[in-house]
């Protein structure tokens, strides 16, 4: 069987292996140069999801527990494409982020942040036949990380994608516009290209802003090809 390989990114827009402002990777980027592994069937297909795997309500991350939680209700919406700019349909999208005092609802985060007991910060739904998601949700906090000396991550939304095959899986961060720590964000800065790592920024969107109740932001994610989505990890496929 003939298997046709994705594109692979124009140099600079995806994350550097070792970015050393990201102090945390310097020990993970590789000493010796990575083998690019071969695209056959394997990477060119992947898993399948359909709505029963999906947990009712799973989009809508201000209605999972019995109390309303805190914060500014924003919706988060868009569109997932291919290497072509054509629509991925029926793909599972997940979602994770902080709260709105910046804290995840995870063990390992332990900083004075209170946690939100109606949110947990988690959510998930498949795209539809047009390649269109939408979560609602709460704006997420920034907060403080050891990786320097008063560092600050900004607001973002953790996603992760599967799309159509292996070979498209996608994990990475959405930002929102004007936010004042983004200059000074490693993580973000890892993309040397401006026009790849400003993708990774949402835009107020008036269309999905629900009025008096919250304000709309999209995200659109390309997943591989020249304009692809920046990697939140650089090592994939």
Not at 209 to 221: H, K, N, V
Request: with cysteine; aromatic share 12%.
């Amino acid at each position: 069987m003939s298997v046709v390989p994705y594109r692979s990114p124009y140099p600079g827009t995806q994350p550097e292996y070792l970015h050393r402002p990201y102090v945390s990777s310097i020990r993970r980027a590789p000493a010796q140069p990575p083998v690019k592994i071969p695209q056959t069937l394997s990477e060119v297909t992947g898993p399948r999801f359909d709505a029963t795997e999906i947990a009712a309500g799973g989009f809508d991350l201000t209605r999972q527990h019995k109390g309303e939680p805190l914060g500014e209700r924003i919706v988060v919406s868009g569109r997932v494409l291919d290497e072509n700019g054509c629509p991925v349909p029926h793909t599972l999208v997940e979602v994770w982020q902080a709260n709105a005092a910046g804290r995840y609802f995870h063990i390992r985060d332990q900083h004075h942040a209170p946690l939100d007991p109606n949110f947990t910060g988690q959510g998930q739904m498949l795209t539809d036949e047009r390649g269109y998601y939408r979560f609602v949700t709460i704006r997420p906090g920034e907060y403080p990380w050891g990786n320097h000396y008063n560092a600050w991550r900004p607001a973002h939304i953790h996603f992760s994608l599967f799309g159509p095959a292996f070979a498209t899986r996608l994990v990475t961060q959405m930002y929102f516009p004007g936010d004042p720590l983004l200059p000074f964000d490693p993580i973000f800065n890892c993309t040397a290209d401006e026009k790849a790592k400003n993708r990774l920024i949402s835009q107020l969107d008036w269309e999905t802003t629900i009025p008096q109740e919250a304000l709309g932001y999209r995200f659109d994610i390309v997943l591989r090809g020249r304009e692809a989505t920046p990697f939140e990890n650089p090592n994939r496929l």
